[in-house]
C-alpha cells in the first residue's frame, strides 16, 4: 500500500493564442530538426481555430471532474495539472506540489496505450522536471498503468459505437450494416520501428508491437459489446458488421515507415467496395483535441464528404462519467495494492504493469533517457 500526496494530471500540453503556436510546436519538435516552414505548415491546423488548442480546456474539465469523483468519494487527494510542452509545466507544477508539501505523486498521463510516445516519453518528462528542479530525491512520482483495456476508457467508445451505428441506420434509409457500412477504429500513427518496440519484447507482439495489439483487442471488444442483434427466427442473431483499424496525424518524412493505412485513404476506397457509410471511432484518444478536430472532424468529414460517404465520429471519453471513475479507480489501485487477479482489465493483454518492463518502448533513434516508474533497460 502507498500513501500519496496528489494525483498530477499530465498532459500534452497546446497553445492558447496564436502568438504561441509556433513556439508551442518548437517544444514539441524540439531536438528532431524540424524546419520551420514544415512547422508552419502544422501551424496552419492550429490557426484554423484562433491558435487555440481545445487540449488545456479539456485537462481542466478532467481535471475539475477528478476532484468531483474524489469528492463524492471521500478521498483527499488534490489533483495537480502539469504538460510536458506547454503552461503549466511539468517542472512548475511539480516544485509547487512540493513547496506545498505533496513530495509523492501518483501520475495520470493521458494517453492509453503503450509506446513512446504515449508513455515512456511522459516517463522521461517526469525524471527531467525532477532534474530540472533539483527535487530528485525528494518527490517521488509513480504513474498508473496503461488504461487501454479498462472498463472505464472501454464503455463509452461501446457507448459511442452503438449510438453511431443506430445513426447511420436512420440517417441512410435501407442500408445494410453488414455489407454497406464499416467501423474504422482511428489512432495517431507512429513510426514501424517505434512500433516494434513498443510493450516488452518477451510478450512477442509482432511487427506492430504492444501498440497496434493493443488498439486491436480493444476494437474486438468494442465491437463485440456494439453490434446490433436482429431478430431471425426463434434465435436472435448478431449482425456481423465489418471494421478496421487506421491511422492518422502522420508527421515524419516520407523516407520513414509509419504505421498504415491512413484512414483518408482507406474511406477514398470505400465506394468500390459499396461502402454507403462509416462509423468513425477515435479510438487512440481520451478528449477531442486538435488531431481529433482536424485530422477526423475536418480532413476525414472532408473526403467522406467528396466520396459519396455518409461519416459519423463518435465521441471520445472526455469527461465520461466512466472514464472519470476509472480513472480513480485506477489511482485507488495503486493505493490499496489491489492484486492484479482483482484488478478490471477487458482484453487477454491486461492489467497492463504498475512498473514498466525493461527496454519498454524504446525509441531507437533518441535511445534510452532516464525515466521513472520503470524498470531500468
Known amino acids: 500500500m502507498t500513501e500519496y500526496d496528489a494525483i498530477l494530471l499530465a498532459g500534452f500540453g497546446g497553445p492558447e493564442g496564436q502568438d504561441d503556436v509556433i513556439p508551442f510546436l518548437r517544444n514539441v519538435t524540439r531536438g528532431r530538426g524540424i524546419p520551420e516552414e514544415r512547422l508552419e505548415e502544422v501551424a496552419h491546423h492550429y490557426r484554423h481555430f484562433g491558435g487555440v488548442s481545445p487540449i488545456n480546456n479539456q485537462n481542466r474539465a478532467l481535471k475539475a471532474a477528478l476532484e468531483a469523483e474524489l469528492s463524492f468519494r471521500g478521498i483527499d ?79 463509452p467508445f461501446i457507448e459511442g459505437v452503438t449510438q453511431g451505428l443506430a445513426d447511420v441506420t436512420t440517417s441512410v434509409p435501407g442500408i445494410d450494416l453488414a455489407t454497406e457500412a464499416l467501423v474504422l477504429f482511428a489512432t495517431h500513427s507512429i513510426p514501424s520501428e517505434d512500433a516494434a518496440k513498443s510493450g516488452p519484447a518477451e510478450r512477442g507482439f509482432g511487427a506492430g508491437g504492444a501498440y497496434e495489439a493493443q488498439h486491436l483487442a480493444v476494437a474486438e471488444v468494442v465491437m463485440a459489446a456494439a453490434t446490433p442483434v436482429v431478430e431471425s427466427g426463434e434465435t436472435p442473431t448478431p449482425v456481423d458488421i465489418p471494421w478496421q483499424l487506421v491511422y492518422q496525424s502522420r508527421s515524419g518524412p516520407p523516407s520513414m515507415p509509419w504505421l498504415e493505412p491512413d484512414i483518408n485513404d ?40 467528396e466520396n459519396g460517404v455518409h461519416a459519423v465520429r463518435v465521441p471520445t471519453p472526455g469527461t465520461n462519467p466512466a472514464y472519470v471513475s476509472g480513472l480513480v479507480d485506477l489511482v485507488m489501485e495503486r493505493v490499496g495494492d489491489v492484486p492484479v487477479e ?33 524498470m531500468a533497460p
Open 77 to 155: 487527494l488534490p489533483v495537480l495539472w502539469g504538460n510536458r510542452n506547454w503552461d503549466p509545466y511539468l517542472a512548475d507544477t511539480i516544485r509547487e506540489a512540493h513547496a506545498a508539501g505533496h513530495n509523492r505523486l501518483i501520475a495520470i498521463a493521458t494517453s492509453a496505450y503503450s509506446s513512446y510516445s504515449s508513455c515512456r516519453q511522459y516517463r522521461e518528462d517526469f525524471a527531467q522536471a525532477l532534474a530540472d528542479t533539483g527535487l530528485e530525491g525528494e518527490v517521488h512520482i509513480d504513474k498508473v498503468r496503461q488504461f487501454f483495456d479498462h472498463p472505464g476508457f472501454v464503455l
Open 266 to 305: 482507406v474511406i477514398a476506397e470505400l465506394p468500390a467496395r459499396g461502402i454507403r457509410a462509416v462509423v468513425i471511432v477515435p479510438l487512440g484518444f481520451v478528449s477531442d483535441h486538435m488531431e481529433v478536430l482536424w485530422d477526423l472532424d475536418t480532413e476525414a468529414m472532408e473526403t467522406a464528404a
Open 342 to 374: 482483482e484488478r478490471p482489465a477487458l482484453t487477454e493483454l491486461g492489467p497492463w504493469y504498475d512498473i514498466c518492463r525493461p527496454g519498454c518502448c524504446e525509441n531507437v533513434r533518441l535511445g534510452f533517457k532516464p525515466a521513472l516508474a520503470g
